[in-house]
Structures are given as C-alpha cells and as structure tokens.
C-alpha cells in the first residue's frame, strides 16, 4: 500500500478500510457484549469464575477476536492516514500515531483476560491461595482490563477528534461524517475520564454515552464502503495538497 496506489484508486482503499473497519466493530461487539457481558456477573468474583469455568473455550474466543481487531486496526489507520493526508499532512500523522499507541495499550491489556484462566487451571502452585482468593484475583483481573480499556480509549478519542475535523475540512466526504466523529471523540473522554475521575457516575452515564462513538464510527464505515470519496473533490484537494508540498520545497 502506498501513496500512489491510493491516489489512483482512493474508492477501492476507502472501500478496504470501511469493510475492516467495520469488522472492527463487530469483533468489539462480540468481545464486550457477547462474551463478556453474558459471562461476568458485575460484582460477584465466584459467580463470575463459575460462568466462565464452563465456557473457556468462548472467553478465549473473545480474547481472539479482539486481538484480531487490534490486527485490524493496523491497515485501518495507515488507509485512513493516506485517505487524510490531503487536509493536513501533520494533523492525519497525529492521529495516526496516537491511534497506533491506543491500539498498543489495548493489545497489551489482553493479558488481563488471561490471568483468569491461568488462575482456573488445575495447579499445584495455585493451592497456596484459597477458591474465594482465586475468585477475587481472577475478578481483579477483568476489572484491570475495564480500566485498561478505558485508557486506551482516550487515546482513541483524540484520534476521532483528529479525524472528525479532517472529514470536516476535506470536501470529498461530508461535513455530518466529521461531525459525528467529532461527537465520537468527545463520548470516548467523556467516557473514560468520568471512569477515573468518578467512576459512580461512569456507572450512571453508560453505555448511553457510548452511543455517539457507536453511530459515528458505524455511519462512517457504512459511508466508506458504499459511497467512498467523491473523487472530483478528491483530486481537487490532492492537486491542491501537491502544490503545497511543491512550494514547501
């Protein structure tokens, strides 16, 4: 993937990134609300440990399918960046960089979906502990991973932030799209911050304020792969981009 393939055929590679995009975001849905969010019982370790006991091999696909997402996330960005690039070089590389440490920090927060597991297995080491301190730490463990998530997402924040203005400002995707990712950007913070800062009132606001991220982020996919880029706009832009990049030189 490089510049000039992208500035030949933008409407293929907007197309590419909206369907993994989109794969993106079914693959979180089945993490955080199909596997997660049927298996632990909010406030109870034991319950919580009993319903995973019989269904590892469902929380392991969990834990796969988010790390295919961060996997994902990856050609996302680099698509995204060169789909941008045309705004504002530095602005699009921002958001690209501080996407990727998001994707990072995520990616790295798997292992607090591990530690459960490892903790369930049939070990002589673990006999130094009792079944209710195993509970406990297993429980600990997924609630480092909610905290763990919720850092990552103000990264991700201002990477929509970042973005929604991009898509403002570029003229070959509409202004609602920027406006929606903007809207994004701000429930990520909004969302996060309230969860280290006031976590009772985190508790209070979701997951409704995680529903203009969920629109913004669905609508732009959607828009990506059926309507792309309005390529006359584009190479309007990209000339335009060009020559700024001539006269710097």
């Given amino acids: 993937m490089t510049l000039s393939a992208i500035e030949r055929s933008p409407q293929?590679?907007?197309?590419?990134g909206g369907i993994l995009y989109l794969a993106i975001i079914l693959l979180g849905m089945f993490g955080e609300i199909f596997v997660r969010?049927?298996?632990?019982v909010s406030g109870d370790a034991t319950a919580s440990v009993n319903s995973i006991l019989p269904a590892q091999f469902l929380w392991r696909a969990g834990?796969?399918?988010?790390l295919m997402m961060h996997v994902f996330d990856v050609p996302v960005i680099v698509i995204l960046y060169f789909l941008l690039r045309p705004v504002?070089?530095?602005?699009?590389l921002f958001a690209s960089c501080i996407n990727l440490v998001q994707t990072a920090v995520l990616a790295t927060n798997k292992l607090n979906l591990l530690v459960p597991l490892f903790l369930m297995e049939d070990s002589a080491y673990l006999n130094a502990f009792s079944p209710e301190q195993l509970h406990a730490l297993s429980y600990l463990s997924i609630k480092a991973h909610g905290y763990g998530f919720g850092i990552g997402l103000i990264f991700f924040g201002v990477a929509c932030l970042a973005r929604g203005y991009l898509i403002f400002r570029s003229g070959y995707l509409p202004k609602f799209l920027g406006v929606l990712m903007l809207a994004a950007g701000f429930s990520y913070l909004i969302n996060s911050f309230a969860l280290i800062l006031a976590p009772a009132f985190a508790t209070a606001i979701f997951p409704g304020i995680l529903m203009p991220a969920f629109i913004g982020e669905l609508f732009f996919c959607l828009w990506l792969i059926f309507k792309g880029v309005n390529l006359k706009q584009w190479e309007s832009s990209l000339a335009m981009?060009?020559?700024a990049d001539a006269a710097a030189n």
Wanted: charged fraction near 20%; proline fraction near 0%; glycine fraction near 10%.
């Fill in 37 to 40: 969010g049927t298996l632990v």
């Fill in 241 to 243: 981009s060009r020559h």
């Fill in 88 to 92: 504002s070089q530095s602005l699009a």
């Fill in 63 to 66: 834990i796969a399918g988010d």
């Fill in 12 to 16: 293929r590679y907007a197309r590419l």
